[in-house]
C-alpha cells in the first residue's frame, strides 16, 4: 500500500506540472472545464464536452471528478465512431457522463473503491494492480488534478458505457 501512495504522489506531482500554466489562476480557482482547456492535452474532450451541451454542468458548482482521456486517448478510437458520436447526442452524452462521477474523489479513495457510479448510470469498475490504477479499461496515467469544482484524474483510454 505504502507502494501505492508513493505511485498515486508521483502521479499527482506530474499532473500538476502538465497542467500549470504561467501568469494564470491556479486550477483550484478554475472549473474542471477551464483547467482541462488549460492543460492543452484534452482538446478532444473539452470539444465533445461543448457539443454535447455538457460544459455549463462541468462547469458549475456542484462537486465532480472527471476520468478524463487524453488527446491521445481519442486518437486510439475509430473515426468511424467519433463520427457517429458526434451525430448522435444522447450516445455522446452517454459516453461522456460515463466518465464523471459525483462528489470530490481524490485518488486516495479511488483505490480503495471496487467501483464507482457515473452519472450516466452505469458503474465503472475501480482495480488496483501493483502500482497500477485502472477505472473500466482505462490507466490512470495522473491523479489529483484540482478544479474549483473537483478534481480530474487522467486515464489513457476513452470509456465506453456498456450497451
Known amino acids: 500500500m505504502k507502494k501505492l501512495i508513493v505511485t498515486l504522489a508521483a502521479l499527482a506531482a506530474t499532473a500538476a506540472v502538465a497542467v ?42 456542484g462537486k465532480l471528478t472527471v476520468f478524463a482521456p487524453t488527446d491521445a486517448a481519442f486518437a486510439k478510437v475509430p473515426k468511424a465512431t467519433l463520427q457517429a458520436l458526434a451525430k448522435d447526442k444522447a450516445k ?17 479513495r479511488v483505490v480503495k473503491l471496487q467501483s464507482v457510479k457515473t452519472l450516466e448510470g452505469a458503474r465503472l469498475a475501480v482495480r488496483v494492480a501493483g502500482t497500477k490504477v485502472f477505472v473500466g479499461d482505462a490507466r490512470v496515467v495522473a491523479t489529483d488534478v484540482m478544479a474549483s469544482n473537483g478534481v480530474i484524474h487522467v486515464v489513457n483510454r476513452v470509456l465506453i458505457p456498456p450497451a
Open 92 to 108: 455522446l452524452r452517454a459516453v461522456l457522463l460515463y466518465h464523471v462521477v459525483k462528489g470530490n474523489v481524490p485518488a486516495a
Open 20 to 61: 500549470s500554466a504561467p501568469a494564470a489562476p491556479s486550477a483550484a480557482e478554475k472549473n474542471i472545464v477551464e483547467t482541462a482547456v488549460a492543460a492543452g492535452q484534452f482538446k478532444t474532450l473539452v470539444s465533445l464536452v461543448k457539443q454535447a451541451g455538457l460544459a455549463g454542468a462541468l462547469s458549475g458548482d
